[in-house]
């Protein structure tokens, strides 16, 4: 199996500033590692992943870091906005064949303006 | 294209009841998932299925819970008999399965036993 761990659970910024968020998991055969966001009342929906063949992808504000060796990745949003206040969920895909992935607890972003 | 849908969005129970949730995966979807979300425990997983299979049963919820897929775009989660802590989001989710690639979910149904 997996195990997923994230932290902080609660993250508060100001507005501008950047926000992180670490997750670390177990098995080393994971190979793709998903971010949702959840806005209140609303589902998770996707907004960045990484693969294993790789250690640093952007999309605009959002990068995302894999360290492999360290079982570790993580979120950095960069120029917050008021607009980025939801909950964060971190994931792993493990092995072939398998649509499933192993989440996070999530962490709450709470940027003030 | 449809996304995953789910209903109803909201259902209200009496403790001991019998309730089913449904949900509609994206349609050519084979991974079929069904997790509980609370503010605790944050996303569970309950069920999985693979093309209709059952591939997992999350072990702690075999007592009340029976997530069933009689057809590739309909499934269904029973919980009987219902216990106020089971309130709660329900969600489903689905994908391709053929690889790691994105997840997909319901709108979820809150689930409210009193």
């Known amino acids: 199996g997996e195990q997923v761990e994230q932290l902080p659970s609660i993250l508060r910024v100001q507005e501008r500033s950047s926000a992180s968020i670490n997750c670390t998991y177990e098995n080393s055969a994971s190979n793709y590692f998903p971010w949702y966001k959840q806005e209140p009342g609303e589902n998770p929906k996707l907004i960045i992943d990484?693969?294993?063949?790789?250690e640093r992808k952007q999309i605009q504000g959002l990068i995302v870091l894999l360290d492999k060796k360290a079982k570790r990745f993580s979120l950095h949003i960069t120029d917050t906005q008021p607009a980025d206040s939801a909950m964060y969920f971190c994931a792993a895909h493990t092995g072939a064949n398998t649509g499933k992935l192993t989440f996070g607890h999530g962490t709450i972003l709470r940027v003030h303006p | 294209d449809a996304g995953v849908t789910q209903t109803p969005r909201h259902e209200v129970a009496e403790k001991g009841q019998t309730i089913i949730l449904k949900c509609e995966p994206v349609s050519g979807h084979n991974d079929l998932f069904w997790y509980r979300q609370t503010k605790i425990q944050g996303l569970e997983l309950l069920s999985y299925f693979r093309s209709k299979s059952l591939m997992e049963d999350g072990g702690a919820f075999k007592d009340r819970f029976k997530a069933e897929m009689l057809n590739s775009s309909f499934s269904t989660l029973k919980i009987q008999p219902t216990e106020p802590k089971d309130s709660a989001v329900y969600l489903c989710?689905?994908?391709?399965?053929?690889?790691?690639?994105?997840?997909?979910f319901g709108s979820g149904t809150r689930l409210t036993v009193l």
């Open positions: 989710a689905s994908t391709t399965g053929t690889s790691a690639e994105t997840l997909y």
């Open positions: 990484i693969r294993s063949n790789m």
